[in-house]
């Protein structure tokens, strides 16, 4: 079956410091989105990519979509302790007829102020 | 309402006892989805419905879980004879459009079986 992989598992950076976790499928996907889950919370939708090659940026964070449209990146520049949080990235795939969003095992982010 | 509504928050039940845990989507929104979450993992799939119909309902564990959504609002996730690894969070989401819409998450029910 479909599945998401996403790495790293865990990243403990410095306040200040870059954050990237790459995520990817093994199906084509038609599109993919990413969610933020604060602990003790529930995830919190952030972002959708659907295109090839797309890239998305909202403040510090920007997400990219890969040209294959198995992989998918999000990067947060200049992390701060509110971007403390578990992140995931969900996937549907383009064929097969499913619906369904699957996701991946989630990065945890902690931030040392 | 503004958002998905869960309840209960949190439920514990003996081993062998069922559960009902409900679901109230965002009004208008037709597509609704039912995720475990298990502790340090990400959501898995349940089963979805679109209105009233469920259209998946492959990730349901066993025969002990059953999901309805009769009037094609309101979703109730049913656990017969509740065992120890039922315990986890189980999230509803609902979307407004089912392939490219972002899901609204619920706060979740964290069940617990003792």
């Known amino acids: 079956g479909q599945q998401v992989m996403q790495i790293p598992q865990y990243q403990h950076v410095q306040e200040g410091e870059d954050f990237t976790t790459y995520c990817n499928s093994s199906?084509?996907?038609?599109?993919i989105q990413w969610y933020k889950q604060r602990p003790g919370g529930h995830p919190v939708f952030l972002i959708q990519?659907?295109?090839?090659?797309e890239v998305k940026k909202q403040k510090r964070l920007t997400f990219q979509f890969g040209e294959a449209k198995k992989n998918s990146s999000l990067h947060i520049t200049a992390t701060q302790t509110t971007d403390v949080g578990t992140y995931f990235c969900?996937?549907?795939?383009?064929?097969?007829?499913?619906?369904?969003?699957?996701f991946g095992k989630g990065t945890k982010l902690t931030v040392n102020p | 309402g503004a958002g998905v509504s869960q309840s209960p928050r949190y439920k514990v039940a003996k081993r062998g006892q069922d559960v009902a845990l409900r679901c109230d989507p965002i009004s208008g929104h037709v597509s609704l989805f039912w995720y475990q979450q298990a502790l340090g993992q990400g959501p898995e799939f349940l089963t979805y419905f679109q209105n009233e119909a469920q259209l998946d309902k492959s990730g349901l564990p066993s025969d002990r879980f059953f999901a309805e959504r009769p009037e094609g609002s309101v979703s109730t996730l049913k656990i017969q004879r509740t065992q120890q690894e039922d315990s986890a969070v189980y999230l509803c989401?609902?979307?407004?459009?089912?392939?490219?819409?972002?899901?609204?998450f619920g706060s979740g029910t964290r069940l617990t079986v003792v």
């Open positions: 199906t084509t996907l038609s599109n």
């Open positions: 989401a609902s979307s407004s459009d089912r392939i490219f819409g972002g899901y609204t």
């Open positions: 990519l659907v295109k090839s090659g």
């Open positions: 969900a996937g549907r795939r383009a064929q097969g007829g499913s619906e369904k969003l699957v």
